[in-house]
């Protein structure tokens, strides 16, 4: 299987430009119109060993952005592996949880005794995969050889859900957290899907969906009591994503770009009690302190926040500190779910760190890069 990621894309004043994405480590572009959603031509390379992650979800390292002739940014490298890293609230590494990989949206258990992740080395799709703390062992549970990814602990967290694709088809499917017996198909969707986050009352799982070209990436609830039938929590425009319930299920912290940059937000569930922005200036992936009363967040500059909240009836809401800067680069605003996961005291941290720095190249910018192929 060719592993190709899209990411990025440059469009002219007449609909016409060219779309770029990852073809085995190389940056491609190919000839787009935007108004036919049609490629045309041959994709031809543009760059070589961009840095990259094991998995086919996850952070690539170029953005193309539109300016005159567009513009381009990118880092080129050997792929990067990922250490699972815990860190205390001042930043000091305390121990790291199993050996180098491709590691990705980290989950732990209400108790902090168990972790759900997914993880690929590279050279096969993505599995899900529960490491027992208490225990010191590391449990494969998904074998399919399609990619299995973004999983959450059921409230009881006996069970694992997670997405994928089964006979052609993509949906969520749950199965043991023991890891015993089969799986169970919960339901297929028509376009691509990822749960974010199961309430602890057991009765609807927040997912992002992809709008289908009516709109952007959206949040649904699916009931996971009576019917599962699935209806839009934020629907609109832009792209609302990485949801998480709040403890008491009274409110959905969430990121979306309405502002023309990813921002966190908190409103409450089910719609219609009020909405908060919470980031000041850019953030991502919130995660909540086990008693509801402090949001953490991730910064553009790496730096994990903290706010202060009261929701007992409205929202009270206290001024972004920063807890410390994480260490790994490309993880502040990413396509996963999450790259770190607060422990329930909000006094330790999980954080998917690179595993190696010390090679790392340095940004490199080219301007009018579609000018420049066409001399």
Known sequence: MVA??????????????YLLFIREGTLMFQPFDAGKLALSGEATPLVESILSFPGEVGPTAFSAFSASGGNLIYRTGDQQTIRMTWYDRSGKLLETVGEPSGYHEPMLSKDDTKLIFGKSDGSTPQDIYLHDFSRGNTTRLTFDPTSDSTAVFSPDETQVLFCSTRAGKEGFFRRSASGAGGEELVINFETASYPDSWSHDGKYLLYESNGGGKTKVDLWVLPMTG??????YLESPFEEAHAQFS???KWVAYTSNESGRSEVYVQSFPVGGGKWQISTAGGDQPQWRSDG?????????????SVALDGSATLAIGRPTVVFQTATPLVGITDDRNTYVASKDGQRFLVNTL?????LQPLTLVLNWAGEIKK
């Open 4 to 17: 190709t990621s899209v990411v990025g894309s440059y469009t002219e004043a007449n609909g016409v430009g």
């Open 293 to 305: 009363k402090e949001l953490f967040f991730m910064a553009p500059d790496r730096n994990i926040l």
């Open 227 to 232: 019917e599962p039938v699935p209806f839009p």
């Open 247 to 249: 403890p008491d299920g």
């Open 355 to 359: 595993a190696d720095t010390t090679n």
